[in-house]
């Protein structure tokens, strides 16, 4: 993560001109490589030290960082256009998160100021050389996946793995697209400041380059990845359904998207459930519909049936007489509702099945039956 420029001096963000000179001089003084030969961490303390006073030992840059922070640092940062680019887009990109000591700096250590500088004119010294931009983090893109379940499986929910190609950032390479430790040299297309400008609408602002990704400069392309900084590659990943599941249903898995760059976090994958058919099973909303065959004896005489729910089989009462097509509810035995955590009702579709096949004495009997009815039972049947 990037280190506020302010702790890296020791100092408050209410420190004076005099303070922040002061901090710098003692620091560098410690730190400067001539005094710390071949000693690594000091000459990364001592980068971040000079980096530090280049913008806060100048009190237009302060001002700039203090209001835009990080982002402020980018090489060819111009205020006014980022304050419009920031109302143009709400979700800002390159916010910030960039390390002063992020490892691009194959070639900074030339614009070091020599121990005499620093020493001698304070003032006199200029920036000399811009650092490379830090890189603009970008997210990286949602993805969308169909998976198609059994109606059961949305019923109860289930935990399952899907193996799913995906675009990682490139291990290697951290996602830069540059070989590690190859020397940098400036950008062609931005001329090295990271971005280039672009209108949009009425507006214009500039944008990452897509050359250099706002690195400012272009080295060896990684050898892992070709330069793209992400690797594609197939991933195994465990995902969770919870019951109730809807036809349609978008589930969130958080992370598992495109990759970002530069370091930005990756997109989410979205997980768009198919739900398939079930030969007994329906849903309305999260009332469950069932048909269930019943005997004419049954239906005429009543009873109880034993049917199979999700929460084990269940005993039902028949009424008697009761005719085919019938309607039986058994409360808070439907389906799960993923929001509300309550659950619908099952309802049982009766459906009355004469016997297959038979012989004289069943048709008789059928015959007995049918003296039963009362009047035309056809008689709402018009057109
Ligand atoms: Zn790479
Ligand atoms: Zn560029």
């Not at 980018?74 to 006014?80: L, P, R, S």
């Not at 589930?251 to 930005?264: D, E, P, T």
């Not at 469950?288 to 009462?317: F, N």
Request: proline share 5%; aromatic share 8%.
């Amino acid at each position: 993560m990037a280190q506020d420029l302010y702790s890296i001096l020791g100092l408050k963000r209410n420190a004076s001109e005099a303070d922040i000179k002061k901090a710098y001089r003692k620091l560098a003084r410690k730190y400067h490589p001539d005094v710390n030969p071949g000693n690594k961490d000091a000459e990364q303390k001592f980068k971040d030290i000079s980096r530090a006073y280049e913008y806060l030992g100048n009190p237009e840059k302060r001002k700039l960082y203090d209001e835009f922070g990080e982002e402020s640092l980018q090489a060819g940062f111009d205020a006014d256009k980022t304050r419009q680019y920031h109302r143009w887009q709400s979700a800002a990109d390159g916010e910030g998160g960039f390390g002063v000591g992020d490892d691009y700096s194959g070639t900074e250590f030339g614009r070091f100021h020599s121990y005499e500088d620093i020493f001698g004119d304070m003032f006199g010294f200029s920036a000399a050389g811009r650092s490379a931009g830090r890189p603009a983090k970008e997210r990286g893109q949602d993805v969308e996946y169909t998976l198609s379940i059994d109606f059961l499986s949305a019923l109860k929910g289930m935990k399952t793995d899907i193996s799913l190609r995906r675009v990682r950032e490139c291990e290697k390479c951290s996602g830069t697209g540059t070989e590690p430790g190859s020397k940098l040299i400036p950008c062609n297309v931005c001329g090295g400041s990271g971005r280039i400008k672009v209108a949009e609408g009425p507006l214009h602002f500039t944008q990452v380059c897509p050359r250099c990704g706002g690195h400012g400069r272009v080295g060896t392309p990684c050898s892992a990845c070709g330069g793209s900084g992400q690797t594609e590659g197939t991933e195994k990943i465990r995902v969770s359904i919870p019951p109730g599941v809807d036809e349609g249903s978008r589930i969130r898995v958080a992370g598992k998207g495109g990759a970002g760059r530069a370091g930005g976090s990756p997109g989410d994958l979205y997980l768009v459930v198919h739900v398939e058919p079930h030969p007994v099973l329906s849903r309305k909303g999260s009332d469950l519909y069932m048909d269930v065959p019943v005997s004419v004896g049954e239906a005429v005489g009543g009873g109880t049936i034993t049917i199979p729910t999700v929460d084990g089989d269940i005993s039902l009462k028949i009424p008697s007489g009761s005719q085919n097509g019938k309607l039986l509810r058994v409360k808070g035995k439907g389906m799960a509702d993923p929001r509300t955590k309550t659950r619908g009702d099952l309802f049982v579709r009766l459906a009355v099945r004469l016997p297959e096949g038979g012989d004289e004495e069943m048709r008789s009997a059928a015959r007995i039956l049918d003296r039963y009815y009362q009047g035309d039972i056809r008689k709402n049947v018009r057109l």
